[in-house]
């Protein structure tokens, strides 16, 4: 979780759902196996383009950089898995490219290697 909060501190992401969604999300999420057999609200177009570019967040208060141009959410159902790794055939392509990225730019190593 931490890194994933990261994540979202460091690039211009859009992970925001009307609550009526987020209701339905939660309603899903009780269900047994709901990870597997489950499909949950997600926006979409949360990245303003496919670089990720990274944004003026911590300058501006975390708020939304205004210095691109914002783009219209647009609210789809997602497994668990397509939320994660993207959604083939799709322009979505998940929230593992975003922290992937984001390891690289803070050049992040895993502890065991050498």
């Known amino acids: 979780m931490g890194l994933l909060t990261n994540v979202v501190n460091h690039f211009n992401v859009n992970f925001i759902l009307p609550i009526s969604l987020s209701d339905i999300n939660m309603e899903r999420a009780h269900k047994r196996d709901s990870v597997l057999n489950q499909k949950f609200w997600f926006n979409k177009n949360c990245c303003t383009d496919e670089e990720f570019w990274v944004s003026e967040l911590q300058n501006s208060d975390y708020l939304i950089s205004s210095n691109k ?3 219209e959410p647009e609210f789809v159902e997602y497994t668990i898995s397509e939320i994660l790794i993207g959604q083939e055939g ?24 050498n």
């Open 69 to 71: 141009e914002s783009v």
């Open 90 to 113: 799709s322009n979505f392509k998940g929230i593992y490219p975003l922290i992937k990225k984001f390891m690289e730019l803070k050049e992040y190593k895993p502890e065991h290697a």
